[in-house]
């Protein structure tokens, strides 16, 4: 799964890197890095949409809320959509066609979520006395210091029909890969800058063969650090520092 990354680029320096329109522009996207993303926060996608119906359509910015809200879900007392049942941070790639959740989305509604890297806690053997073990996290980039850019969908939600609308977005698993896998058995799936424009193209389906190929991971590494992300109160640089003594660091052959 993916349930906590951490994200340093400005809106409109990515949106200008990666040449698209930057619909970011307000206060929630002038808050700064965020090393610890935590669900229901405010984040940074990418889309592709049309001006007019018959035009190329073009990649864009755009805020959206993380865990998808779908359309059908009912307006709680507070004008919020309700908080019953899980929050969908995530969605499995062999599950998207065919879920109730997400199956509209996946139609026309694909997004890239871009990330430095993400998080993930590795379970360890219970102690002699019989009690849980504490997870170890671990941090994966790529090896270069480029962005990841992770498949996601995105949803539209009002509590009413004249209401401003709620952009959310959930990011798209698959099935860990390689050394990972002995991490978590579950890993985002990363779209290649080569597939971006095919996966965000709103008038194709999902490409079915995309989501059920291993994502390539020739260019990740991952380390140990800190138990300190497992606190989202805690958002600085130093969640991503290796623990002390350092880690090996490793890369995926």
């Keep these: ?7 340093t680029t400005d809106p409109a ?11 970011a522009r ?10 610890n993303v935590a669900p229901t926060t405010t984040i940074t996608t990418v889309v592709r949409r049309h001006d007019e119906p018959d035009d190329e359509p073009t990649r864009r910015v755009r805020l959206m809320r993380w865990g998808l809200v779908p359309p ?5 007392t507070d004008g919020a959509p309700e908080s019953k049942g899980p929050q969908l941070i995530n969605a499995r790639a062999d599950k998207i066609t065919t879920s109730p959740a997400f199956r509209s989305s996946a139609k026309s509604k694909r997004c890239l979520v871009p990330m430095d890297g993400y ?16 997870k170890t996290p671990f941090y994966l980039h790529r090896a270069d210091g480029e962005m990841l850019f992770m498949a996601g969908l995105w949803s539209v939600w009002k509590p009413a029909k004249d209401a401003a609308p709620l952009l959310s977005c959930t990011i798209i698993t ?15 799936l ?4 080569r ?19 291993p994502p390539d991971v020739r260019d990740i590494e991952m380390r140990e650090i800190s138990t300190l992300v497992n606190s989202v109160r805690n958002n600085g640089p130093e969640l991503l520092e290796p623990v002390e003594p350092q880690a090996e660091q490793t890369t995926l052959l």
Excluded at 174 to 188: N, Y
Aim: charge should be negative.
């Design 26 to 35: 307000s206060a929630e996207s002038a808050s700064g890095p965020n090393y």
């Design 13 to 23: 320096a990515l949106a200008e890197k990666i040449q698209a329109i930057n619909e």
């Design 195 to 213: 597939d971006w424009d095919r996966w965000l193209d709103p008038d194709a389906a999902a490409d079915l063969e995309f989501l059920a190929t």
């Design 190 to 193: 990363i779209v290649p800058e």
């Design 1 to 7: 799964m993916c349930g906590r990354f951490a994200v």
């Design 119 to 134: 998080y993930e806690w590795r379970a360890n053997p219970d102690t002699g006395a019989g009690k849980k073990a504490r």
């Design 72 to 76: 059908w879900v009912k307006v709680g």
């Design 174 to 188: 698959t099935d860990a890969v390689g050394e990972l896998a002995e991490i978590h058995d579950r890993m985002p």
